[in-house]
């Protein structure tokens, strides 16, 4: 990974990249950054120059044997430690070696943007808690006594220390605190009140920024060759998270599709107040219904989640916080046409009845009830618009 490719601002990198120049390099370091943003890209990429043996002015040279081996993540002084759990191929006494290998593809298939839920997902633990364990910790403390191969720095990176498992961590202070010559730890994590306080008064920060939009826009036009609306639009909705928004990108079909429907909803049950039985289109109505129930009750429920998105976002425009509004072009025209029948003293009971539906399909109750109940619920509330 060059520093070239890393989406972080500009100043970050200049003061990693002088760090190494004028050695003032820390020996336990923590990269923390919001999901979403490019915090372990920029680990593999300061570590990648240090080991550089040909290092320019503001990157790697990205050809040397050193380079080669970041390349592939095959460094053999750069040691990857992340949390892991049973699985179905490891029965008893997980430990990271085990599963290094799966971990590399995994980093290098997501392009560097990797996420603790996906990583969850892969390894089978849907459900199971994955930690870094005493056993990570023992191996790590084992190889700190061995010398580095290249006779240069032996680097541990640490993905997610917030699953150090507690009583496991005392093994490791000592050794992040004195540490063999030419040792570092860069330690990675999304969130500090998470981690452990004897650790974090270890290491030195790093912070890294939430992504902002333009960077989002232009990545995403850049990596799937769409158009800079699209880009935009998309990043409009992703909240600072590039992975949200590979996702949305991922899922953009399905999301037109969401919309589609939620505007047939919406001027199905404004023509019903209205009085304009024509364009109820009840029967209509119900088949769309039943298309959402065909789906699983986790499609079931997104669906209902894309609605509560949409009425908090006509009830932005509506107090005269458009600048808060996170939706797409085509969304902001059907915020527009809802924006007269959604108000304070509606949205409420209109969250409320959403909420519920969320409950009762969870609780496996009947989704075509569930699904008109809540279509005659909001009806309802659009009238109490005043
Ligand atoms: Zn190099």
Known sequence: MLFKDVLVEESLKRQLINLVKENRIS????????????????AVAYAQYLCCENRGDDDSCGVCPSCVQFSKLSHPDFHLIFPNCVTKKVKKDPDYKQFTSEFIDFILQQDYQIDLNDWNALLG???KQTFINARDCSNIIAQNSIRSYSGGYKIYLLWMVEKLYPSAAPKLLKTLEEPENKTLFILIAENSDNILPTILSRTQLVKIPVLNKDTIQSQLAKKYNISEEMAADIAEIADGNYINAQKIYQDNGELKEMLRQFHFFMDSSIANINNDLEKVKFIELLDLFNTIISQEREGQKSFIRYMIRMFRNILLLNTNNSALIKATTDEKKVIQLCSPYIRLQNISSIMEACNQAIYHIERNGNSSLIFTDLYLKITDYLKTKK
């Open 125 to 127: 633990g849907e459900n």
């Open 27 to 42: 020996h336990a370091q923590l990269f923390l950054g919001p999901p979403g943003s490019h915090k372990f890209a920029l």
